[in-house]
């Protein structure tokens, strides 16, 4: 008996209190509420300064006609004063309703609402908290203009050596069995303000480059000379694998189609012809060379990880060109595959790459 006294004490409390204190703070929440209204008129018309320089910019560099730039502000000038009109009117219905009701107004709070992103617990007076929880407190405003994105970036496709002093069609390694795979992150950032044609893309990648060599021949390392020689049983599989870490870099071109909102502005290239040169550099993580074969009647699996003789600084020059997320990738190591080798050896791949 004496908890169910005590919470009606506490609520008649709460409700005697807000009483008094509304009576006396409702002019000033109408005083903030003309301020307001003062704000709306300065924003929008900054809003529109805004629209009109860029409009301006696109007629001087002969995007757009006279004609059409005139068309075009006076629809962003009637736009913004439609949005004068009819936020000015919201508040000044506000100031009404506190005037009429000397600030007691009831009103929905967002408990009474369909409203799923947000979750409150509470208690509401007159439509203001008097105990309350917002388990959405952190929720991030959304940004107007967004220069930078980020994809998940995955190639695949065929990899081989170009060889000092001999064609590509007289490479020692199977064009089809040899193979390359990569994947990583890269971030896109527009280059500049008013305009998307041109992206600094950016990033890290992991390369995994495999050599395939013919004739049953495996690789040897003969002291700073890595080359292939016969091997003694007969390979069903003899592959040597280059795994690295690189750091792409690439200017990539393109057009874009511009999507803008009176909250946001946003380039989009999906669906849209890209180009996009530049290089990469990184380090070799490691080497390993894989056989298989049998021997005596057994099936043997070998997993060899040595050096090779292979070099540790990689670094080379790629592009892509494609739509929307499928490319035509190709890549070329400046750097040579083996180091202090007689013949300079270089790796090339080819393929498609996955922008996701």
Do not use: C
Not at 85 to 96: F, G, T
Not at 99 to 124: A, F, K, P, W, Y
Not at 232 to 261: A, I, Q
């Amino acid at each position: 008996m004496r908890t169910i006294t005590f919470y009606l004490a506490t609520l008649v409390f709460l409700l005697v209190s807000h009483q008094i204190l509304g009576q006396e703070d409702y002019e000033k929440e109408i005083k903030a509420l003309k301020i307001e209204r003062e704000r709306i008129v300065e924003q929008e018309k900054e809003a529109l300064k805004v629209e009109v320089k860029d409009i301006n910019r696109r007629l001087e560099r002969g995007d757009i006609s006279e004609a059409e730039a005139k068309i075009l502000k006076e629809e962003v000038a009637k736009r913004r004063a439609l949005n004068i009109e009819n936020r000015v009117a919201i508040v000044d219905n506000k100031i009404s309703l506190l005037e009429r009701n000397e600030g007691q107004v009831l009103t929905l709070s967002e408990l009474d609402t369909l409203d799923n992103d947000r979750t409150h617990i509470g208690i509401m007076i007159d439509g203001k908290p008097a105990v309350w929880f917002n388990s959405n407190r952190w929720k991030k405003d959304i940004k107007y203009d967004r220069r930078t994105y980020s994809d998940f970036v995955m190639a695949i496709g065929l990899n081989n050596a170009l060889i000092e002093g001999q064609s590509l069609d007289d490479s020692p390694y199977k064009i089809g069995g040899s193979r390359f795979f990569e994947m990583g992150w890269q971030w896109r950032t527009r280059v500049f303000e008013n305009s998307n044609w041109l992206r600094f893309n950016y990033g890290f990648s992991f390369q995994f480059n495999g050599l395939k060599p013919k004739d049953n021949q495996i690789f040897v390392k003969n002291g700073d000379q890595t080359v292939l020689e016969e091997f003694e049983y007969d390979l069903d599989k003899s592959k040597l694998r280059m795994d690295n870490l690189v750091f792409p870099v690439h200017f990539e071109f393109g057009p874009s189609r511009l999507r803008k909102t009176e909250r946001t502005i946003r380039y989009s290239i999906r669906d849209q012809f890209r180009i996009g040169l530049g290089g990469y550099g990184g380090f070799n993580l490691g080497s390993r060379q894989k056989l298989k074969y049998s021997r005596d009647g057994e099936d043997v699996k070998d997993k060899l990880k040595r050096d090779y003789n292979t070099s540790d600084l990689i670094y080379g020059v790629s592009g892509y060109m494609g739509f929307d997320g499928v490319l035509l990738y190709v890549k070329y190591d400046l750097n040579p595959i083996f180091t202090d080798a007689d013949i300079k050896q270089n790796n090339i791949s080819l393929g498609l790459r996955f922008d996701i």
